[in-house]
């Protein structure tokens, strides 16, 4: 395939023009044609995943034992954001607690505490729903044996206070 004229451009990182006045395009004689086909069509992705804004910042902040770090949603609204603990173990629980820390004004209006003895989504279940409170968000249930905790933001209280946490407490813990 042959092409008459010029094509010209200008490059502006170097400053130089180029140009190019015949392009020949043909195929490589020791290839041979194959057809191609068509991409067939991928099903839709239907793994459920969480945004970006609604991952929670510094998750770690929320199990290192101190009081003066904190995991936040970073973001007003985070209904429907979930934190998963991974106790390490089976334990029984009676009691999950979130301490705001030094944001005590950052706490959810209603969450729910699920558990679970596998990390498989299916598993969990949940145990305790109720409204937050300022200072520290206690949920108190039940005996369960568990060894995952997940906590999900239901309501937001309004759209100023973020959700943090500086530390995840449980009846398990010694302090």
């Keep these: 395939m042959r092409s008459s004229g010029v094509a010209t451009a200008k490059n502006t990182a170097y400053k130089e023009d180029w140009s190019i006045a015949e392009l020949k395009l043909g195929i490589d004689p020791g290839q041979t044609a194959r057809r191609i086909p ?6 839709p992705d239907t ?7 609604k991952a929670f910042k510094d998750l770690a902040f929320a199990t290192d ?3 003066e770090t904190r995991a936040n949603s970073g973001t007003p609204n985070y209904e429907g954001m979930a934190i998963n603990i991974d106790l390490g173990g089976e334990y029984e629980l009676t009691r ?6 030094r944001s005590a004004e950052d706490y959810p209006a209603e969450y729910k505490i699920e558990v679970s003895r596998q990390a498989n989504e299916s598993k969990f279940r949940e145990v305790w729903r109720g409204a937050g409170k300022a ?7 039940e ?4 060894r995952y905790i997940r906590i999900t933001a ?6 100023s206070h ?5 530390e995840v407490r449980t009846n398990r813990d010694p302090d």
Excluded: C, Y
């Excluded at 793994?47 to 804004?53: E, Q």
């Excluded at 200072?135 to 249930?141: E, L, N």
């Design 38 to 43: 068509a991409r067939a069509e991928r099903p």
């Design 96 to 101: 999950v607690m979130q301490l705001h820390g």
């Design 162 to 166: 973020l959700w943090s946490i500086a």
């Design 47 to 53: 793994t459920p995943s969480i945004p970006a804004a």
């Design 154 to 159: 239901l309501k937001n209280r309004d759209n």
């Design 65 to 67: 034992k101190n009081v």
């Design 143 to 146: 005996p369960v044996t568990t």
């Design 135 to 141: 200072g520290r968000s206690v949920a108190r249930f």
